[in-house]
């Protein structure tokens, strides 16, 4: 059977939510992720911001020198995470194999249910309906033969858009004399190698195929399938998801390696509550650190399958520990190897713990759920909290780069 594949992208989500929420923010150009005094990068911006070339991932020095007139403001992740719940409810009616890019954007592997609900297009179409209708924020739509067709499709009619690719031929017809970024696969640095020999769209790629593989090997026979419209990879379930974690980015460097793990304790927790909600468990846990330079490096350590606070922290704490001392901007955590199946057996971060440890975590994450994650806070996580806001060091820029 013809896979039938949809990729949901949610316009410009986080400055849709805050004009949801306070109308009088339509129409300007709404920049969040920080303010233009402090350090950061654009999270998202509405489409009025993206007119004077602001865009994701953007420093905000530069995005204000483009935009001096703009709105910033800071992300606000619980608005943006409820909403998002909402939309990934709806896209659940519709198919069980939903594989969640990110808060705003995910594929759903319709084959075997669009015949349910009258074909593709008028799936398409009442998702967008209800997507309007109860949570009040547009969607792009897009329907294709593959991952690849789907998400090129989304992209097409950008806002509140919608396009379907129904094939291989159809999808090479409409982007063979496009960039070759457009292909799957081909970030900034491939683009350069193929364009040193010449190759800058993707009617070059089809037409130069030896020269591809002589430079590129395996990755290169790859983009070269994906050109020709051949794509084989498959839509996973979000349960199957491989990591989940989130970052800081501080308005100042950071020297101090005890203000550095308080830093880590906090985000510790909001992981382990992320991950609680989710009935998932970690089996590595990574660090990530941005210095100064802009040098970023990763330390890893596996082990027993755990959602806990403590294990999350300590460990990640014990990979801070080893790492060069120099001046840090980012810091971060990731819950890697993500599992439905927890362990059972006790670790060494067990050994003098109390053993009712696990009836707590239960009784402060039902009170979290009813209240707010902010409700209970173990004595360790309030000494943290009073420990920032004494500090001398400056806080974190409230901006979240989570990853899921």
């Known amino acids: 059977m013809d896979r039938i594949i949809m990729h949901i992208d949610m316009d410009a989500f986080f400055a849709a939510v805050e004009i949801r929420d306070n109308p009088g923010l339509g129409g300007k150009p709404l920049i969040i992720g920080a303010l233009p005094s ?13 007119v004077f070339g602001v865009r994701s991932a953007m420093s905000i020095k530069e995005a204000y020198r483009r935009c001096p007139h703009g709105v910033y403001m800071h992300p606000s992740m619980g608005k943006y995470a409820a909403a998002s719940r909402q939309v990934h409810k709806i896209w659940g009616d519709y198919t ?11 594929f759903l592997d319709i084959t075997g249910t669009s015949h349910l609900f009258g074909g593709a297009t008028a799936m398409a179409r009442e998702i967008k309906r209800r997507t309007v209708d ?75 195929s030896q020269a591809v593989v002589a430079i590129l090997g395996n990755h290169g026979r790859q983009i070269i399938e994906l050109a020709a419209g051949v794509d084989t990879r498959r839509v996973t379930a979000y349960s199957e998801a491989k990591s989940i974690g989130t970052e800081q980015t501080f ?22 509550f992320d991950i609680k909600l989710k009935k998932l468990y970690a089996n590595t846990i990574t660090l990530k650190v941005t210095y100064f330079d802009m040098k970023s490096i990763t330390r890893s350590k596996s082990g027993e399958a755990t959602d806990k606070t ?20 980012l810091i971060g955590i990731t819950l890697n190897n993500l599992t439905e199946t927890p362990n059972l057996q006790f670790t060494l971060f067990d050994e003098g713990r109390d053993l009712d440890d696990d009836k707590l975590s239960d009784a402060m994450m039902k009170l979290q759920l009813k209240y707010g ?32």
């Open 96 to 106: 069980d194999i939903c594989e969640y890019i990110s808060l705003d954007e995910g």
């Open 134 to 208: 109860e949570v009040g924020l547009t969607c792009s739509v897009g329907v294709g033969y593959s991952m690849m067709s789907a998400k090129l499709a989304s992209e097409e009619k950008k806002p509140d858009g919608f396009f379907v690719i129904p094939t291989a031929q159809d999808l090479k017809n409409l982007i063979i004399d496009r960039n070759v970024r457009v292909i799957y696969g081909v970030g900034a640095k491939t683009a350069e190698e193929l364009q040193k020999i010449g190759i800058t769209t993707v009617r070059h790629v089809l037409e130069n």
């Open 373 to 404: 994650r902010g409700i209970v806070k173990t004595a360790s996580v309030l000494r943290a909290e009073k420990r920032l806001t004494e500090s001398d060091e400056p806080a974190e820029t409230p901006q979240d780069n989570s990853q899921a």
């Open 310 to 329: 403590a294990v999350i922290y300590e460990t990640a704490a014990e990979l801070l520990d080893k790492i060069e001392r120099r001046p840090i901007r």
């Open 251 to 272: 308005q100042q460097d950071i020297t101090d390696f005890d203000y550095l793990k308080d830093v880590l304790l906090l985000t510790a927790q909001r992981l382990s």
């Open 38 to 50: 402090e350090r950061g990068v654009v999270a998202t911006c509405s489409y009025e911001a993206r």
